[in-house]
């Protein structure tokens, strides 16, 4: 502040310093626009007081004590010229914010009315500036542009003279007000021009001085060139006018001061409805009140700065001043930066929620959140942009609404996606645990839970809807959709999952130790292949009505159902064909057929098993076991009914329904086995091809030869004993030998001793111990025998083996052999003495 040049002894500029002790100087003295306007307002409380605020400036010629009258009527600070100086004080123009100390004192009695910025205009025909007229016209455009009432400042004694009364001063006023209005012809401005006579004496009344003025105005108005369209306009077109007196303030100070107070009321709050005039066209403002609306400016405070800053920058860049234009940019320039403010309000709420977005989840509360960041954010702007002109104001709410939607839109949409995604996972996963608990139905399963999803689903999508702003319906529908395809789907798997059981329980029947194929294969005759058909018709038929309950349950269409039967009858048909096969592998078929043959030929009608003997007749009833055997073979081969009819399968089974997936990858891999399982095929029923039967055939014959050679040999056997005639034939040729120890009386007395020794040992009954002595004799042997024989392996050289091996006691000289060795190792290559000693 102390830049702005205050002068004059009244009062310090630097006290004031970085306060707002004078106001601010809203123009220096080198027509720089102050910047500290915002921060002034805010600091007086005007800056929010959008259209509640009054601008009033005032003009007249230098030191005619104008700023003296400011400070008496509106309790400002506006620096004063001293008594004795006479030279300017006020340069450029000053604004202060008018005050009352009566408003809080004596509240109930009339006082000032609120929020009166003052403007102190730089005095004209000032002797600093000379006959520079250039910022007396300027700083009344910016006067006239922006304030509601001009309080003209005179001397009594000026009126009637045309410098002193300030008339050249009016002229230009009117002037630019002209030109002010030839661009604005849609909106009329008015001003009151308040003239406020100083130092009366009295002698000349008011009414004298205000008609000589009126006068002297409309002499003016008429000596000014109109710009078209305005040639036949009056000066009452445009300005209203009031006037007033006031005492001298230093010949009768109380006077003055009692009429200050009163012609302060003047600016009091009230806002005359109807205009007073009086006859002559002059307002009387003592009863009315000076600010009536016509005069307002239409700028909300905080638009202010922006404003008179514009205005001041045009008029000093000497351009046309378009007010509607002016308006227009400050409402752009207002909007946008309130706009700015709407932005980082809606932020606040909306950012979280954003930065969270990657996640693709649902995010709890988006809805009320998404609702309170736009009603915030727009309620502000309406709040405070909508004073501002309102074409621009409307677009840019538009903008802004705009704006916001789309940041909104896209979390909306992310949180549809997310709501998608999760009804689906939660659908899936009821249905599937649903399904897991027994007794689960599940056509009503999917119902419900389909309901309660989409339930779920659109109650989230409509709390973010903005009440409807934002549809969901697409969505909505393709999560039906998705849901139906998903029922279909999980349906499809139950179903596939259901034909695997039954598949898996057809196998468990079939396989059946008790009454499975297995079981029926003990009894091989013509009756077993239609034994088995018949279990296998049942089964299938048990596990179809079986699985026909459960499907309904599963709620299938009957082309789904048909579908299912089919396939589960020809996968049985399969796992029966696998079980025949398995069960008619050669090995085992051979181990039954060798069965019956057995039971034939090695055991008797009672069931004993046979023992042959001479003379039985094996061969014959080894033909008749081998034939019986044989004829069982033709019934294996070809699976048929009794009448030799082939089953009746491919009815059994039925045509392929429509849209049956016939299992490709399973026939391309088995090609041989689908052939086989086939109903149509004709390989279906052939169990054992005539190549089979006769290697089968070759096999049993092979075991049944083998048996009847077995049961040959066991004849032979029972009947090599030795046969009388051999002990004759061994007398006779022994005769020779036994007389030849008869007759030797050594071998005779040996024959002798050996038979009185076997007498004695027999009537002593000693051969048992004879026996026991003998045989730990033979024993004790036998170990030496081992013990000398493993000595033997053991010797290590084979060289000198034959020398120790069996030398006992002759160690030393083995030792020897080996110190010689051990000498020879350290004598490096030589035998040393002790070799030759030795
Ligand atoms: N005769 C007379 N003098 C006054 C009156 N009021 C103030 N003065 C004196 O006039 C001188 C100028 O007063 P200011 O209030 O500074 O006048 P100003 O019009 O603001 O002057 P500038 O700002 O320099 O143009 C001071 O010395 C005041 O004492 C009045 O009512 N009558
Ligand atoms: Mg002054």
């Known amino acids: 502040m102390a ?41 007086t409380n005007v800056l ?57 004192s004596n509240p109930d009695e009339p006082h000032l009315g609120k929020n009166i910025l003052v403007m102190d205009v730089e005095g004209t025909d000032g002797r600093e500036r000379g006959e520079d007229q250039d910022f007396e016209r300027k700083s009344a455009l910016f006067a006239i542009a922006t304030s509601e009432v001009l309080i003209v400042n005179i001397w009594e004694h000026q009126v009637g003279l045309y410098q002193g009364a300030n008339m050249g001063l009016l002229k230009t006023v009117f002037e630019v007000n002209l030109q002010l209005f030839q661009k604005d012809k849609s909106t009329v401005h008015r001003s009151l021009l308040f003239f406020v006579i100083r130092d009366h004496i009295g002698h000349t009344p008011l009414e004298n001085l205000k008609n000589t003025l009126l006068a002297d105005l409309n002499n003016i108005w008429h000596g000014l060139s109109k710009p078209p369209g305005l040639e036949t306009s009056t000066i009452s077109d445009f300005f209203d006018f009031t006037f007033a007196t006031l005492p001298h303030k230093l010949l009768q100070p109380d006077q003055f001061k009692l009429e200050t ?34 005069y307002h400016r239409r700028i909300p405070a905080d638009g202010l700065p922006h404003y008179a800053g514009n205005i001041w920058r045009m008029i000093t860049e000497n351009k046309d001043l378009d007010l509607p234009t002016q308006q227009e940019l400050l409402a752009q320039y207002r909007c946008d930066e309130i706009s700015v403010v709407c932005v980082e309000l809606f932020d606040e709420v909306v950012t979280p929620f954003e930065a969270a977005l990657s996640q693709k989840i649902v995010q709890s509360d988006l809805g009320p959140a998404m609702k309170t960041a736009l009603d915030t954010s727009l309620i502000k702007f309406k709040e405070e942009a909508g004073r501002y002109h309102k074409v621009v104001y409307k677009r840019k709410l538009e903008d802004l609404e705009k704006k916001l939607q789309a940041r909104l839109k896209v979390l909306y949409v992310a949180q549809l996606t997310a709501a998608h995604k999760n009804a689906i996972a939660v ?44 549809s969901y319906t697409d969505e909505l529908h393709a999560v039906e959709k998705e849901l139906d395809e998903g029922a279909t789907r999980l349906r499809g798997e139950e179903m596939t999952r259901l034909l695997a059981r039954m598949e898996k329980s057809l196998r468990t029947k079939f396989t059946s130790e008790d009454d499975g194929v297995a079981y029926m294969f003990k009894t091989i005759s013509p009756s077993l292949y239609p034994r088995i058909w018949n279990l296998f018709t049942t089964g299938v038929t048990d596990q179809i009505s079986l699985f026909t309950q459960r499907s309904t349950a599963l709620n299938a269409t009957s082309e789904e159902n048909e579908q299912a039967v089919y396939k589960l009858k020809k996968r049985a048909w399969k796992v029966l064909r696998m079980i025949l096969d398995e069960e008619t592998k050669e090995q085992s078929l051979i181990t039954r057929l060798m069965g019956y043959f057995d039971k034939d030929f090695r055991y008797d009608d009672q069931g004993v098993p046979r023992v042959w003997k001479a003379g039985e007749d094996i061969e014959g009833t080894f033909a008749k076991s081998k034939e019986t055997v044989m004829k069982l073979i033709p019934n294996l081969a070809t699976f048929q009914l009794e009448d030799s009819t082939k089953p009746p399968l491919a009815t059994f089974i039925g045509d392929a329904p429509e849209g049956v997936e016939e299992e490709v990858g399973v026939a391309a891999e088995e090609d041989e086995e689908e052939d086989v399982a086939s109903p149509t095929s004709t390989k279906t029923f052939t169990i054992l091809t005539p190549g089979r039967i006769t290697s089968l055939t070759e096999s049993f014959n092979r075991q049944a030869d083998q048996a009847f ?50 007498y004695a040992a027999h009537t002593l009954n000693l051969w048992g111990p004879i026996l026991t002595v003998g045989g730990a004799t033979g024993r004790q042997a036998l170990e030496v025998g081992k013990e000398k024989l493993r000595e033997f392996l053991e010797m290590p050289q084979p060289g000198h083996q034959g020398a120790h091996a069996f030398s006992s006691g002759n160690s030393t000289s083995s030792t020897q052999g080996e110190s010689i060795r051990m000498r020879n190792l350290t004598s490096e290559g030589k035998n040393n003495g002790f070799d030759d000693d030795d």
Request: proline residues 3%; negative net charge.
């Open 3 to 43: 830049t702005n040049g205050v002068n004059g002894s009244a009062t310090n500029g630097d006290d004031y310093e970085g306060e707002f002790g004078h106001g601010i100087q809203v123009i220096d003295e080198n027509k720089e626009f102050t910047s500290t306007m915002p921060e002034y307002l805010t600091s």
């Open 709 to 758: 050679v077995d049961a040959k040999r066991g004849t032979i056997s029972s009947v090599s004993q030795i046969p009388v005639w051999f002990y004759g034939l061994l007398v006779i040729l022994g005769w020779n030998e036994f007389w030849a120890v008869i007759r030797n009386p050594l071998y005779f007395m040996m024959l002798l001793l050996a038979a009185v020794g076997a």
């Open 261 to 294: 107070q009163r012609l302060k009321l003047r600016f009091r709050e009230e806002s005359p409805t109807n205009a007073n005039y009086s006859a002559d066209g002059v307002l009387d403002t003592s009863k009315t009140g000076v600010f009536l609306p016509a």
């Open 48 to 104: 929010q007081a959008g259209f509640s605020y009054h601008l009033i400036s005032v003009f007249g010629s230098q030191s005619t004590g104008k700023s003296t009258l400011l400070n008496h009527l509106f309790n400002t600070a506006f620096p004063v010229m001293s008594e004795s100086r006479r030279q300017q004080t006020t340069k450029g123009i000053w604004m202060s914010l008018a005050t009352d100390p009566n408003a809080s």
């Open 427 to 470: 659908f899936a996963d009821t249905i599937q645990k649903g399904i897991k608990r027994s007794g689960a139905d599940f056509a009503s399963l999917v119902t419900e839970t389909r309901a309660t999803v989409l339930a779920d689903f659109t109650t989230e999508a409509e709390s973010c809807s903005l009440e409807g702003a934002f």
